[in-house]
């Protein structure tokens, strides 16, 4: 069964943070949505986990206990061990014979030699993996990760993100915030979002499809208002040019934003 929203619409006041975004979540599938800060990356995250923020628009969720969620911080006991948060979980939902899995989550994550450690001692990575392993043990139908790889070092990134699909192999549909655009290249499908709106969404052959004109690389922008930096080159965004090439998902992103009149970069 898929999971996911309709016409999800979340208001903070006068403050239009989610505005009618769609979304069908598949299990076995790894779902990322991408966005700046201010995108309602969060807020979306934080309804389909069920957290409790008022809303407009249908939902289809997993029943009680059926979701894992990662906040964008924290998600462990800081003054628990690592062996100690993931008992925690086990005996929050009320799981039997969890040892053996909780032991292959923690191996999986390169953190069971840690099992004594408090979660406080241990690096932010560690703690990212250690989050992401107590989101799993229940054996979730939805896993929820918000920003999970950000600010950890590369092999932190890479053992999550065998969490991640390891989740979505066993049936899971994962949903995973992230700024890394070449993580969510990786992805079965792919959310752009920019203040609270839908830019584009699909696989990632169907966002870069649906792209409108061509972006080609240049020592100096000729049209300024329409190029970005990237290294020392420029990109620009030519809004007739004849499709080529393969744009990057960081290139169909900004051209989606100039669109919404965000100006160049």
Do not use: C
């Amino acid at each position: 069964m898929s999971w996911g929203a309709r016409d999800l619409t979340v208001r903070f006041g006068k403050t239009i943070a989610l505005d009618r975004v769609s979304l069908a979540l598949d299990p076995g599938v790894v779902h990322t949505v991408v966005g700046g800060d201010g995108s309602g990356k969060t807020t979306l995250l934080k309804v389909i986990a069920g957290v409790g923020l008022d809303h407009d628009g249908e939902l289809r969720l997993p029943g009680p206990g059926r979701t894992g969620y990662v906040p964008p911080a924290g998600g462990v006991f800081g003054d628990l061990s690592v062996d100690e948060n993931m008992e925690f979980v086990a005996n929050a939902y009320r799981l039997r014979g969890w040892q053996t899995r909780a032991a292959e989550l923690l191996d999986h994550s390169s953190i069971a030699r840690f099992g004594d450690r408090l979660a406080g001692r241990l690096s932010g990575g560690q703690r990212r993996k250690l989050a992401g392993s107590m989101a799993l043990l229940p054996a979730p139908d939805l896993l929820v990760l918000d920003e999970v790889t950000t600010g950890v070092d590369p092999v932190s990134r890479l053992d999550l993100w065998r969490l991640i699909a390891g989740a979505a192999a066993a049936g899971a549909a994962v949903l995973v915030a992230t700024s890394y655009l070449d993580e969510a290249e990786r992805a079965g499908k792919v959310l752009l979002l920019h203040d609270g709106a839908t830019l584009a969404a699909g696989t990632p052959e169907e966002v870069r499809a649906a792209m409108k004109g061509s972006v080609s690389d240049r020592a100096e922008p000729e049209e300024p208002e329409l190029a970005w930096r990237r290294g020392r080159r420029w990109r620009q965004w030519d809004p007739g040019g004849a499709p080529s090439g393969r744009p990057t998902l960081e290139d169909i992103a900004i051209v989606a934003e100039l669109q919404t009149g965000g100006g160049g970069r």
